[in-house]
């Protein structure tokens, strides 16, 4: 349910046309904060005050520091003019607003230029737990507070001129997956136990409950080269979460030559999702029984 493989406006042999109408060349648009409606903003509140009701003790430390800063509960929607100015402030940051998923090369594009491309639309009121694009709670709410994290900002620029050179080298595939099971879904271990920093999970209620507390997935420790030959699921529960010891190492780990490693990836297989290898640092060995189950019910 995140970043659905059905991207807009592609065109029959799977490349995209240009933006839409009404977007710059970028695929950038106006928020146009004042058109959207009561429901919209309540929208923004029931989900809001769900997710900062369940994230205390659940949430990473600078995921709650960034919502605070942020001040994003106000009244409703918020208008990226006014978090703009706060986020710029902090990280050098900017949320700037598309029509939905943009082209890899676009997105790459903008993170590499610490401006992140956030869902103008939100969900509707019968959505409100399932969502086949990321709309704006699940881009503001989710991965906008991250970015005041001075640390993880200078991850997610580094992600962006990683996905740009991934492009040229034909590694996208590799490269997403440590999108995914970071950005998306990662957890972090502190002194009190596992916390969520990864936006898919931060909001969704369900999955904020069943990353930390369901015994179904494994929880390992976070290893690049693992994670870029891991597979993921785009539309239930993960079956395996990657646990990263502090944001530094994420970073750190960005650092190095990928080159050699995607080497390495083209001549391995990938590793079966529910596998937990002799190598892995394992915190929980997830009996796997929510997707023996079949998963979503
Ligand atoms: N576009 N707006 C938007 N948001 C994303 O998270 C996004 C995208 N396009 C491509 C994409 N993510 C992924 O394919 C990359 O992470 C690889
Ligand atoms: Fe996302």
């Not at 923004?44 to 800063?69: H, M, N, S, V």
């Not at 939100?122 to 994290?149: A, N, S």
């Not at 209620?205 to 179904?216: K, N």
Request: proline share 8%; net charge negative; aromatic share 12%.
């Amino acid at each position: 349910r995140e970043h659905g493989s059905i991207l807009p406006s592609m065109s029959g042999d799977g490349h995209f046309e240009g933006p839409p109408p009404g977007a710059r060349p970028d695929w950038t648009i106006d928020q146009n904060w004042d058109a959207y409606s009561r429901a919209d903003h309540d929208v923004w509140i029931t989900l809001y005050e769900r997710q900062a009701a369940l994230l205390p003790g659940r949430a990473a430390d600078p995921f709650l520091k960034g919502l605070e800063a942020l001040d994003l509960h106000r009244a409703g929607i918020p208008d990226f003019a006014r978090i703009n100015e706060e986020l710029r402030r902090l990280t050098g940051w900017t949320v700037v607003a598309v029509p939905g998923l943009v082209p890899d090369d676009v997105f790459f594009d903008h993170l590499a230029n610490r401006r992140f491309p956030a869902g103008q639309f939100i969900r509707k009121p019968e959505e409100l737990d399932y969502l086949q694009e990321p709309d704006i709670f699940h881009d503001v709410f989710g991965h906008v507070p991250m970015l005041t994290d001075p640390v993880f900002a200078d991850y997610m620029q580094a992600y962006g001129e990683g996905g740009r050179r991934a492009l040229g080298l034909g590694r996208l595939h590799n490269l997403a997956r440590l999108y995914w099971y970071t950005v998306e879904f990662g957890l972090l271990e502190t002194p009190q136990g596992l916390r969520i920093y990864g936006a898919g999970i931060v909001s969704s209620r369900a999955e904020s409950i069943f990353a930390l507390d369901d015994p179904s997935p494994n929880r390992l420790g976070f290893d690049l080269e693992r994670v870029m030959c891991t597979p993921y699921r785009i539309d239930d529960f993960q079956q395996v979460y990657f646990v990263i010891p502090s944001l530094q190492s994420l970073l750190d780990a960005t650092l190095q030559d990928f080159a050699p490693i995607y080497a390495r990836l083209a001549a391995a297989s990938d590793v079966p999702i529910e596998a937990v290898l002799p190598t892995d640092r394992v915190f929980t060995r997830g009996t796997q029984a929510y997707a023996k189950a079949g998963g979503r019910t």
